[in-house]
């Protein structure tokens, strides 16, 4: 619960937001138009939801200065914005989820720019909203992005006259002069018998429910989860209306997921790349921005926040079987091996590439260099290149990769480097009958158990070690993350592993001896 001096800072800064509403959305512009020519506007408006949204919330869809505040450009709506209103639009009794990443105006959409598009049409589609958050306070606010709009927003008033009239967003309700009723609830708090008269909610958006404290405990999950099934769908009247939940999929164990997973719930998941890399809010950001941002958060927080794809230690391998040391002279090892898996689909850079030089000595397999990228076949190629340039005059190391990979596109690309470089690098298959791949690395798992593997310390903080680290510990039967690296693990200590027996088996030549109780 916020102390008194929050709730009159948060008042103060929506006080603000609300002058600078009244600022950017000035009418002056339009002070010749004709009766005629406004009611053309507004049909056009109101028919469009990308025009409806760039002309009423101009504050919200301009790109600024971060230094000067100088306008630079508008950013549009993404198509999947625009596809979700009209769904919303056109479904009177909706319920679904909208699964969308961090970044990608969820709230800004499904609280403030649906609910208007809908409430101000002619003939009038929301008469009372419910907003909940993960507290009263954050439903609170939210209720106050939308008050502010309504009674702020100068085209707003322009176009449909005064919306005030009773009610504050810091009491968590306020009610407009058409009637229309808005209502802020806390997540867990009982919303029965919420009702204006006659009426009951017929729009109810679930902002965000989730955390991830909240995520760590099954039963209040499950108990959330029921609450929002029993408690708060049934604020409807007998399920009629809008019944939304958005957020971005944080854990497996959720409220979000639960409810998408509910028979007869529509599902809008969206990533904020696609399998090319190339950012779905095209308007927003570019594909260096996505990638900036990648590098710095890190694999598992890109995947969590980003892609819907949260990663948690899985079930295979253990985060303290992770052991690091110092690594010793290539020279000294009993055998080296760089095995590759290119997850090879196209010539494009969205699928994770991994080569992994695998080093023995004695009992223990080092990793001592790697490479784990979303990158394009001709990136993985240089890089194996350079790892060849850079031992082939100190000690000589194996290259392999998969054989179902070793396809002419891969095989060309190696072909267009080598003649770049004045030879061919000498990569050979990995031709074996393999196993099921969880089975195959989960074979070779206890050697982490063991001790028997350590990772190169000097590597220890570079990009390509940790996210091959955070690939190997989520793996678990019937996960959706990446394994590259883990499989090119898997590869290159099998070949070590079975180089090794050959190697320590000593024949015996000689009479074979009679066996003792022969006739």
Not at 36 to 55: G, H, I, P, T, V
Not at 184 to 209: F, H, K, M, N
Not at 387 to 401: C, G, P, W
């Amino acid at each position: 619960m916020a102390t008194a001096a929050e709730k009159k800072l948060a008042f103060e800064q929506w006080k603000e937001h609300c002058k600078r509403i009244q600022s950017i959305t000035d009418t002056t512009a339009l002070a010749n138009e004709t009766p005629a020519q406004k009611d053309r506007r507004k049909e056009r408006l109101l028919s469009n939801y990308a025009a409806f949204c760039e002309y009423y919330f101009p504050h919200f869809l301009t790109l600024r200065d971060k230094t000067t505040g100088e306008v630079m450009r508008t950013v549009h709506n993404a198509p999947f914005h625009n596809q979700a209103a009209r769904k919303v639009m056109e479904t009177p009794n909706l319920k679904a989820v909208f699964m969308w990443p961090r970044g990608h105006a969820k709230s800004t959409h499904f609280d403030i720019f649906m609910p208007l598009w809908l409430m101000l049409r002619p003939k009038r589609l929301i008469n009372f909203m419910v907003v909940v958050g993960k507290s009263q306070d954050s439903a609170n606010r939210l209720l106050g992005d939308i008050q502010a709009e309504l009674e702020y927003n100068q085209r707003i008033i322009a176009d449909f006259g005064q919306q005030k009239n009773l009610g504050l967003w810091t009491a968590g309700e306020f009610k407009t002069a058409s009637g229309v009723k808005f209502l802020a609830v806390g997540r867990g708090q009982s919303p029965r018998g919420l009702r204006e008269r006659e009426a009951r909610p017929d729009y109810i958006v679930i902002d965000d429910l989730d955390d991830d404290e909240l995520c760590r405990n099954e039963k209040r999950v499950h108990d959330l989860t029921d609450w929002v099934k029993e408690a708060l769908f049934g604020a409807l009247d007998v399920g009629r209306g809008r019944f939304l939940m958005v957020g971005n999929l944080i854990s497996k164990t959720s409220v979000l997921a639960n409810i998408a997973a509910t028979r007869g719930v529509f599902v809008s998941k969206v990533q904020a790349v696609d399998k090319n890399g190339e950012p779905v809010w095209k308007e927003k950001w570019t594909k260096e921005d996505a990638q900036e941002y990648r590098d710095f958060v890190g694999y598992r927080a890109w995947e969590k926040e980003m892609m819907h794809n949260p990663i948690v230690d899985g079930t295979i391998f253990r985060a303290d079987w992770i052991r690091y040391k110092p690594m010793p002279s290539l020279r000294k090892y009993d055998m080296l091996v760089c095995y590759t898996d290119p997850s090879f689909k196209s010539t494009t850079a969205n699928d994770y590439k991994a080569s992994r030089l695998w080093g023995k000595l004695g009992n223990e397999l080092h990793l001592i260099d790697c490479y784990v990228r979303q990158d394009t076949v001709g990136g993985m190629v240089r890089w194996l290149y350079d790892l060849y340039e850079r031992t082939r005059d100190k000690v000589a190391i194996l290259f392999f990769m998969e054989a179902n990979f070793m396809q002419d596109v891969i095989l060309d690309e190696f072909a267009v480097e080598g003649n770049l470089r004045g030879y061919q690098l000498p990569i050979m298959p990995d031709k074996r009958k393999k196993p099921e791949k969880i089975q195959r690395i989960e074979a070779v798992s206890p050697l982490w158990e063991r001790g028997y593997v350590y990772y190169n310390e000097k590597l220890k903080d570079s990009p390509d070690m940790q996210v091959g680290i955070e690939q190997t510990l989520a793996l678990e039967r019937g996960s959706r993350v990446h394994d590259d690296a883990p499989d090119a693990d898997e590869g290159a200590i099998w070949i070590l592993q079975r180089n090794a027996r050959q190697e320590n088996f000593q024949p015996v030549f000689g009479k074979r001896p009679t066996a003792k109780n022969s006739w």
